[in-house]
């Protein structure tokens, strides 16, 4: 079995963390949907990986992300206007 880590999951995920829990927490994670459920999901995915399930991770994966990949689009757009 492939690890969690070796998948990758551990770095986007530690990046939703950072998101939610870096110096500007409340401002970044008011851009970011669900922010919270993406940390506890990248937890589930880590820790807990023979819990998930396979359907789950597709359906998140198409019903979810495309918004989450737009949302950080336009987070790194503002962050770049602010610098």
């Known amino acids: 079995m492939v690890s969690p880590r070796d998948r990758g999951y551990d770095s986007?995920?530690?990046?939703?963390?950072?998101?939610?829990?870096g110096s500007r927490r409340e401002a970044i994670a008011a851009h970011i949907s669900h922010?919270?459920?993406?940390?506890?999901?990248?937890?589930?995915?880590?820790?807990?990986y023979p819990a998930i399930i396979a359907a789950a991770v597709w359906a998140i994966a198409g019903h979810d992300a495309p918004l989450l990949r737009d949302e950080c689009a336009a987070l790194i757009s503002e962050l770049h206007r602010a610098d």
Not at 12 to 21: K, P, T
């Open 12 to 21: 986007v995920g530690r990046s939703a963390v950072v998101a939610v829990i």
């Open 35 to 48: 922010a919270r459920k993406i940390v506890g999901f990248r937890n589930l995915l880590v820790h807990d």
